[in-house]
């Protein structure tokens, strides 16, 4: 047949989108399936059952990253890959990772109806732990599978609770026997919500990032000295929380201070013991910096760095630092980005070439195949919080180019 008229059925996506949707729907509408939870489970084991019904070869990694993959003309060939992660941060959204992955599957439904067979094969993916919201760092597994992180150290990253991120991957059946390891790939693309203001902002429907930002994790670890709150004068307290304080207005005037080109947030802080009458005695909080100038960056947390050691020095709150992760800027191949572009030209639909702020796993399969990532608008610019949304029109248009991408790149020898 003719596969340059072949479209995706819209309906039939929005179906599965809302039906993973249910999988620890929150009462605000949004969905909570933190990476290795029994809801990420239960999203898993219905992935699985679809890719079965297409008669897919499925496989799950060590690193519990599930694989389907059809096979090609030439089975011999690198395949084409295409995917993004099914767990969501807490109180999340309904379209951040999923939306690539139910993109993916809806491609892999739509060749398999209409008996589309490929010069390459093609393989579907949904990435372990994206988010990093309960185990840090996020983007884990396809960092273990491009090589960039070991195994070993991922499996024993914990959570609040002391959970072992390996332990949690037995406990819900998805530590596999694959070696989480990465194969030749022919391209990679990523299908995702922009979770940015520009696409609506200047009313385009694709965006096609030239690239993704750096990525900079820290951590601070205070100590103070706890005591009754009434009896304890103000002098001479040794306050955690309040050196936190001023360390987490430090981060927030960070990038004005550099001149801008990046950003900077704490975006999660503990306390304790976390009692209204106890002077506080340990903090917590973590620090994100980005910029697509790495070098950037780095000197912006070494300013960061002397400011907290001003800091913890004046309130006399020992510190501890721990320079948590670091994911370079990823420069997307150029091809494949225009591929894009030109995709959605085809298509009828307006686009933006344009860069990413949020990482995503395409950070580093860019380190291993040539990889580019395709957006949707993310309605109001909003991302990681219940009412984030896309319109279903948007989430066909976007799976359209995912598929037309894929298709091109299915045929090249
Ligand atoms: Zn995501």
Redesign the pocket.
Known sequence: MDTTLLRVNGKRLRASLEQMAGIGATPGGGVQRLALSDEDQKARDLLVSWLRDLDLGVTIDEMGSIFGRRPGRDDSLPPVMMG??VDSQPKGGRF??ILGVMGALEVMRTLHEHQVRTERPIVIVDWTN?EGSRFAPAMVASGVWAGALERDWAYGRTDLNGKKQGEELERIGYKGKAPAKKWPVHAYYEY?IEQGPLLERQGKTIGAPKGILCLHWYDVYLTGEANQVGPTPMEGRHDALVAAAEMVLAVNRLPARMGGNMVATVGEVQCYPNSRNIIPDRAHFTVDIRSWDDEHALKAWELAKKDFQEIAARQGTPMRLEETWRVAHAPFNEKLVQRVLETAGQLGCSSLHMVSG?G?DASYLNQVCPTAMIFVPSIGGRSHVEVENTSWEDCEAGANVLLHCVLTSAGER
């Open positions: 993004s992660h951040d990772g994206e995702h949020a995503h």
